[in-house]
T-cell receptor, first 111, second 115 residues
Framework: GEDVEQSLFLSVREGDSSVINCTYTDSSSTYLYWYKQEPGAGLQLLTYIFSNMDMKQDQRLTVLLNKKDKHLSLRIADTQTGDSAIYFC???????????FGTGTQLKVEL | NAGVTQTPKFQVLKTGQSMTLQCAQD?????MSWYRQDPGMGLRLIHYSVGAGITDQGEVPNGYNVSRSTTEDFPLRLLSAAPSQTSVYFCATYPTGEPSGNTIYFGEGSWLTVV
């Protein structure tokens, strides 16, 4: 989606941390999401954050939200080969019934 | 994904053929939508419905038709398939109102190739 931007590729070594970034433009977004898509599979909700929060942690995943800069990031600690996938950020629009997705970031985990 | 069923999972069509992608849900969700996924472009909204009898266009509606005669079903019709419609299609549902938290459900996806 043109309103939500992500870098297309990220390559990390197994065991390192991965940080996937996303910028959005709609300041009225109320929820922001991270989805994972493995090859040939559907979308798996990883985590989400409400817009009045600035951080959420869930096991190896940490989401940071900078509302001033409209920047969202997903940090994956101790990245494993099973984390190789495409990661999408998405926002739900205030007052609307739509999700807007980013372009997706392909994460490649190398041994 | 429990509650949202998409069929078929894979389909190959010839240019000019028509077909319908099916989406069915048993969660009594008012809101249903169709997205297409293309490399480097993320998911883009095709059509959506906020309840039975109500449909509206999304970002990329051309070449697609929808109807919502029941709460449970939201079929997506390709009237005359074109190679540009080769894509992965996802159906999504959630309760009335703004999608919030983990209340959004996606189907497993339908891989469509138009030759």
């Amino acid at each position: 989606g043109e309103d939500v931007e992500q870098s297309l590729f990220l390559s990390v070594r197994e065991g390192d941390s991965s940080v996937i970034n996303c910028t959005y433009t709609d300041s009225s977004s109320t929820y922001l999401y991270w989805y994972k898509q493995e090859p040939g599979a559907g979308l798996q909700l990883l985590t989400y954050i409400f817009s009045n929060m600035d951080m959420k942690q869930d096991q190896r995943l940490t989401v940071l939200l900078n509302k001033k800069d409209k920047h969202l990031s997903l940090r994956i600690a101790d990245t494993q080969t099973g984390d190789s996938a495409i990661y999408f950020c998405a926002e739900s629009m205030g007052g609307g019934n739509k999700l807007t997705f980013g372009t997706g970031t392909q994460l490649k985990v190398e041994l | 994904n429990a509650g949202v069923t998409q069929t078929p999972k894979f389909q190959v069509l010839k240019t000019g053929q028509s077909m319908t992608l099916q989406c069915a849900q048993d969660m009594n969700h008012e809101y249903m939508s169709w997205y297409r996924q293309d490399p480097g472009m993320g998911l883009r909204l095709i059509h959506y419905s906020v309840g039975a009898g109500i449909t509206d266009q999304g970002e990329v509606p051309n070449g697609y038709n929808v109807s919502r005669s029941t709460t449970e079903d939201f079929p997506l019709r390709l009237l005359s398939a074109a190679p540009s419609q080769t894509s992965v299609y996802f159906c999504a549902t959630y309760p009335t109102g703004e999608p919030s938290g983990n209340t959004i459900y996606f189907g497993e996806g339908s891989w469509l190739t138009v030759v």
